[in-house]
């Protein structure tokens, strides 16, 4: 509840500043490097040179201050690689950010283990988790990830951490076998699950499973059909909705802005088409236009990702009544 104030209370804040672009995540990548490969990630193809280089502490914090955005996710690459991780959510939390760390939980344990993190409701650790331990393995190219990540969890847990679990999902994604995952999620007790179609990442070695527009429309109007009053999803109930193909949004890229080792990217955390030194010029000088789907820009063509689309799920919340009522009833019922 005190996430959902600080993000509402932030987007009216823009909304009455009369503020037509602004971040609500900033997706904070401090290193490329990772302890898996899997074959649908295009962050982890670059030349060991660049996967051996991190960004300072001290950058992260500037990029956030930069910024401005009241949460901050950190993905990778592995975040629990990152050799400072431990002080960078520190100071996160000190300056009340709403922190995800997404994480394959290859790791977790043992930095558990090792006192790094100390709960807080600033924190959440986002288990990268692609359906249940056949999809799962398949997905991240190793077996036995999958109970690992769930000890990881249990853990977690245990210990009073906030956990969530972001989920990929690619051609062939069985929706049925979805629902059951979404049960498993629940028994574990995770506080919430958000789900995604993978973008087709130039660089990713799998390029034939990337879900096209129709078919993931298919696919989560069949998997979220008659939704259990048990699951609980970490994301806009109306970003559910036009997954499902019942809104007809634009993306709204400058949402999410990234910010990794080379600037913040344009335009968005799936494109690398340049960077900029700054996240004003980042703002100002990208030519937006020239993005999202009705630009015909065929990059962004089957696009319906959560970085670029969760921010436009979150305006249509906040920008009209009517916007607001489909949230309250669709929070309030569970219908999507």
């Given at each position: 509840?005190?996430?959902?104030?600080?993000?509402?209370?932030?987007?009216?804040?823009?909304?009455?500043?009369?503020?037509?672009?602004?971040?609500?995540?900033?997706?904070?990548?401090?290193?490329?490097?990772?302890?898996?490969?899997?074959?649908?990630?295009?962050?982890?193809?670059?030349?060991?040179?660049?996967?051996?280089?991190?960004?300072?502490?001290?950058?992260?914090?500037?990029?956030?201050?930069?910024?401005?955005?009241?949460?901050?996710?950190?993905?990778?690459?592995?975040?629990?690689?990152?050799?400072?991780?431990?002080?960078?959510?520190?100071?996160?939390?000190?300056?009340?950010?709403?922190?995800?760390?997404?994480?394959?939980?290859?790791?977790?344990?043992?930095?558990?283990?090792?006192?790094?993190?100390?709960p807080s409701k600033y924190l959440s650790f986002s288990?990268?988790?692609?359906?249940?331990?056949?999809?799962?393995?398949?997905?991240?190219?190793?077996?036995?990830?999958?109970?690992?990540?769930?000890?990881?969890?249990?853990?977690?847990?245990?210990?009073?951490?906030?956990?969530?679990?972001?989920?990929?999902?690619?051609?062939?994604?069985?929706?049925?076998?979805?629902?059951?995952?979404?049960?498993?999620?629940?028994?574990?007790?995770?506080?919430?699950?958000?789900?995604?179609?993978?973008?087709?990442?130039?660089?990713?070695?799998?390029?034939?499973?990337?879900?096209?527009?129709?078919?993931?429309?298919?696919?989560?109007?069949?998997?979220?059909?008659?939704?259990?009053?048990?699951?609980?999803?970490?994301?806009?109930?109306?970003?559910?909705?036009?997954?499902?193909?019942?809104?007809?949004?634009?993306?709204?890229?400058?949402?999410?802005?990234?910010?990794?080792?080379?600037?913040?990217?344009?335009?968005?955390?799936?494109?690398?088409?340049?960077?900029?030194?700054?996240?004003?010029?980042?703002?100002?000088?990208?030519?937006?236009?020239?993005?999202?789907?009705?630009?015909?820009?065929?990059?962004?063509?089957?696009?319906?990702?959560?970085?670029?689309?969760?921010?436009?799920?979150?305006?249509?919340?906040?920008?009209?009544?009517?916007?607001?009522?489909?949230?309250?009833?669709?929070?309030?019922?569970?219908?999507?």
């Open positions: 509840m005190s996430q959902m104030w600080t993000v509402a209370t932030y987007v009216l804040g823009q909304r009455l500043r009369g503020r037509q672009r602004y971040p609500l995540v900033l997706m904070l990548e401090p290193l490329f490097r990772c302890n898996l490969a899997c074959a649908g990630c295009g962050k982890i193809q670059y030349p060991g040179h660049i996967l051996r280089r991190h960004l300072t502490v001290e950058q992260c914090l500037a990029a956030v201050e930069e910024c401005g955005a009241p949460m901050v996710s950190i993905p990778g690459g592995e975040p629990l690689m990152y050799p400072d991780i431990g002080r960078l959510v520190q100071e996160l939390v000190a300056r009340k950010k709403y922190v995800y760390l997404c994480t394959n939980a290859i790791l977790l344990k043992e930095k558990l283990d090792g006192g790094l993190f100390t288990i990268h988790m692609d359906g249940l331990r056949e999809e799962h393995d398949e997905a991240v190219c190793r077996d036995g990830v999958y109970d690992v990540a769930v000890e990881g969890i249990r853990e977690a847990l245990r210990r009073g951490f906030r956990v969530t679990t972001n989920t990929t999902l690619f051609d062939g994604a069985n929706p049925m076998r979805m629902r059951d995952f979404f049960d498993a999620m629940m028994d574990l007790g995770v506080e919430g699950m958000m789900v995604s179609p993978g973008y087709s990442y130039a660089k990713a070695p799998d390029q034939e499973h990337f879900l096209r527009r129709q078919r993931a429309h298919e696919l989560f109007r069949t998997m979220l059909a008659n939704p259990k009053k048990r699951w609980r999803f970490n994301q806009s109930p109306i970003f559910l909705q036009f997954l499902m193909g019942k809104h007809d949004f634009e993306c709204t890229p400058w949402g999410n802005p990234t910010y990794n080792l080379f600037g913040w990217q344009r335009p968005c955390y799936l494109l690398q088409e340049g960077y900029a030194p700054s996240f004003r010029e980042l703002l100002e000088t990208t030519r937006w236009d020239e993005y999202g789907r009705r630009s015909g820009n065929p990059k962004c063509r089957d696009c319906m990702v959560h970085c670029g689309y969760e921010p436009t799920a979150v305006n249509h919340t906040f920008g009209s009544w009517r916007g607001f009522r489909e949230a309250v009833v669709a929070t309030v019922t569970g219908r999507l």
